[in-house]
């Protein structure tokens, strides 16, 4: 009862958060982030610089502010999508429960805030830098929710609402688009220059590349299950392809409301999309027609070997898929 005499005084303070307070509550983070995946932002980050020349101490805050929004973020699809695997692991939060999983990942979200707070050499005040960072977070939400509507009400979006759905809301789109006007906000050279039309041509290609590996890539089966999509219900690129190119025949609409785990209902889906619809060469297609509007842009813009060589290794054909 002692505890309670006089308390008015010590609530006038913050109570005390200690470290290890702090590390049992970000669990499921620390768990998912000592499986680093390809950090591709790094990249990115290494190459756009060439043509901004943002300090050295500002480039590491931008990248541990966004690596966490992206991890986070991760933590919260994998919740929403019912994912077994991340990154070849189980996902977090068949390790820690959902509530702890999504209290860490809205955690880190304020946490990534701060780091940008702290951003040092920045040409913009605080509040414009938050400013960015509202923006971002309200698009990936929007363009998440979108998603999840299409996906529980088995609604079959069209190319142009997919397209600008992944332009809001997917890791790529989003979190480099944020990636980039921070460093846009930090540069010392070419300060009226513009790359965010670029950076988002860039995540849409990423995006619709990924949608057509996770029904055809060994490699991603192997890290994160066989056509995964499927599984989760998604309209990804090459499925509402297939499912648009004949609406009479609701075969993929049918599987797809089962979220299929095996690979018997998956294999008939896949075949059909390559043999009947041919979604994947259309896809491929649309890639092609992407990546080289990326390079003119990659021109127009000056060149940058660093992008150049990133869009080299996202190259994808039908020899690729094999």
């Known amino acids: 009862m002692a505890f309670y005499d006089d308390i008015l005084p ?13 590390s049992e509550v970000l669990k499921p983070f620390t768990y998912l982030t000592s ?13 756009f610089n060439a043509w901004m020349d943002v300090p050295l101490d500002a480039r590491a805050t931008i990248s541990k502010a966004v ?26 939060h ?24 702290g951003l040092q050499n920045s040409r913009f005040p605080d509040k414009d830098l938050i400013a960015i960072f509202t923006e971002e977070l309200i698009s990936l939400h929007r363009g998440q929710g ?4 299409w996906r529980e009400s088995l609604q079959c979006p069209t190319e142009e609402e997919y397209v600008h759905m992944v332009n809001d809301r997917r890791q790529t789109s989003g979190l480099l688009r944020i990636t980039i006007r921070l460093m846009m906000a930090c540069a010392m050279r ?13 995540g849409i290609f990423y995006q619709i590349r990924d949608d057509l590996l996770n029904l055809q890539s060994p490699v991603y089966s192997n890290t994160k299950g066989f056509a995964e999509d499927l599984t989760e219900g998604k309209f990804s690129f090459p499925i509402l392809h297939g499912v648009r190119a004949d609406q009479s025949d609701t075969q993929i609409l049918d599987i797809l409301k089962q979220r299929p785990t095996t690979p018997t209902l998956k294999f008939p889906v896949v075949e059909y999309l ?16 992407l990546e080289n509007q990326a390079r003119t842009e990659i021109a127009r813009l000056g060149g940058n070997v660093g992008l150049e060589r990133i869009i080299d290794a996202l190259h994808v054909d039908g020899a690729t898929l094999g």
């Open 94 to 117: 068949s390790v820690f429960g959902i509530p702890r999983t999504l209290d860490a990942a809205n955690y880190v979200y304020f946490l990534a805030q701060q780091e940008i707070l």
């Open 146 to 149: 979108l998603e999840l509507l």
């Open 274 to 289: 390559k043999t009947k619809t041919r979604s994947f060469e259309y896809t491929l297609g649309v890639l092609e027609k």
């Open 67 to 92: 690596n966490m929004l992206h991890n986070a973020n991760l933590m919260i699809d994998d919740i929403e999508d019912g994912s077994d695997l991340r990154r070849g692991n189980p996902v977090a």
């Open 10 to 22: 010590r609530l006038a303070t913050p109570s005390v958060w200690s470290s290890d307070n702090d």
């Open 35 to 47: 499986n680093p995946g390809k950090d591709i932002l790094y990249h990115f980050i290494e190459a």
């Open 190 to 202: 070419n300060v009226d220059a513009n790359y965010v039309p670029l950076m988002n041509l860039i």
